[in-house]
């Protein structure tokens, strides 16, 4: 089920009181919640939420990162997940029956994750192994839904996030010859063109025409990219590289994966959010960078570390609207729920579905 099928089956909206409320009674609300429900109640929070809910979190990380502390935490019965529809999904798969996963606004989606629906990828992979025989084996970025990651387990896949996505796709040639990347086609070949292979190996699949987008012969084909994006990284561009270099040349431009091959080529470095943080922090003072990532998180790697001179690689940069939707009225909404014993915007994955992710996402952790 994807974010607009789920806000239209039960999607409830904030109650108009909390708009009266100010900033600051709305913190001690949350800090006296989180005393009242201790270890009953566990936070995690992505590098890219605001200030004004990161500051709340149990734990924060990236994708990888709150993958595997969802495995681990039996203890708290709600989970509220400040973070988008499909990390919550994951932690719902991830955890056990007696614990809650709730999404503090469902509106949290991910463009990225919706732009490949099961219905195409059942149709894709039905041309794919008419075309190419039983060659393929299907990875799927965690960015993905829960219908996604089941087809991908039951077809003897794996999810990948942004920092193990090169030992997932190593693992994977060592199981067939083929790779189908879901839904990133950016990740999927960065990823790809580190290990070798070459971009003519590549192979893009429209799942609008369900073709292939790909000029050379097709037995020559290595990867297959869904013809899927961020479209938050896809704004930055090879111009905010040249105009970076033409400025200053003595900046380091670091980006996300989720850019373009050309805009990742042209920079000094690339990774997930936890090495765009740790380089950052690692880095000597003085020293100058300009960054490709979620404008949240640059805000913050800016005020942490005055010592450094930090841009966005794109001036004219906006958050991740979708992130941007889990703000502090919504957090303090849901743990007031409860509170009150009507839990709102449970995130439930159905069993099937996610018995059969289950073994994409495991496949993924006993590795990373
Ligand atoms: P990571 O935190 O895993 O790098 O993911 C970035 C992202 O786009 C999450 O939506
Ligand atoms: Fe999805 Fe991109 Fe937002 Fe991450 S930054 S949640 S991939 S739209």
Redesign the pocket.
């Known amino acids: 089920m994807n974010v607009l099928e789920i806000m239209k089956k039960e999607q409830k909206m904030i109650p108009e009181t909390y708009k009266s409320l100010s900033i600051e009674e709305m913190e001690q609300r949350v800090l006296e919640i989180k005393k009242i429900l201790g270890t009953k109640v566990f936070i995690p929070g ?3 939420q605001k200030d004004e809910v990161i500051q709340f979190a149990d734990t924060t ?6 993958a595997q502390v969802s495995a681990q935490n039996s203890k708290a019965e709600f989970i509220v997940f400040c ?2 529809h ?2 919550a999904e994951t932690a719902d798969i991830l955890t056990g029956k007696n614990q809650k996963v709730i999404l503090p606004d469902l509106r949290a989606g ?1 463009s ?1 994750a919706d732009m490949a629906d099961i219905d195409q990828t059942e149709r894709a992979w039905k041309s794919m192994q008419n075309a190419l025989g039983n060659t393929i084996i299907p990875l799927t970025y ?2 993905s839904t829960a219908a996604i990651k089941a087809f991908v387990g039951k077809h003897g896949g794996a999810t990948v ?3 193990n996505a090169k030992e997932m796709l190593e693992w994977a040639f060592t199981q067939k010859e083929r790779i189908l990347f879901l839904p990133d086609q950016h990740l999927g070949r960065n990823t790809a063109y580190d290990l070798g292979i070459p971009l003519d190996q590549m192979a893009v699949w429209n799942p609008h025409t369900d073709s292939f987008e790909y000029e050379g012969e097709i037995d020559k084909i290595k990867v297959i990219l869904w013809k899927g994006h ?1 479209s ?2 896809e704004n930055f561009t090879i111009k905010n590289v040249s105009d970076i270099r033409r400025s200053d040349p003595f900046m380091k431009i670091i980006v ?3 850019c373009s091959r050309e805009v990742v080529e042209a920079s000094d470095y690339s ?6 943080i740790e380089t950052i922090n690692n880095a000597s003072p003085g020293s100058k960078w300009a960054i490709g ?2 404008m949240n998180l640059v805000k913050r790697l800016i005020k942490q570390n005055p010592d450094k001179e930090i841009v966005s690689l794109n001036p004219s940069m906006c958050p ?1 609207l979708t ?1 941007n939707r889990i703000d502090l009225p919504h957090l303090l909404w849901s743990l007031e729920s409860i509170i009150s014993g009507e839990t709102i915007n449970q995130i439930k994955v159905d069993d099937k579905t996610a018995r059969d992710a289950k073994l994409a996402l495991d496949r993924m952790l006993i590795r990373a």
């Open positions: 992505h590098h890219y990380g990236d994708s990888l990162q709150l973070g988008v499909f990390m991910c990225m965690v960015n996030t942004s920092s961020c938050v990284h996300h994966p989720e990774g997930s959010t936890k090495y765009i990532t979620e991740c992130m």
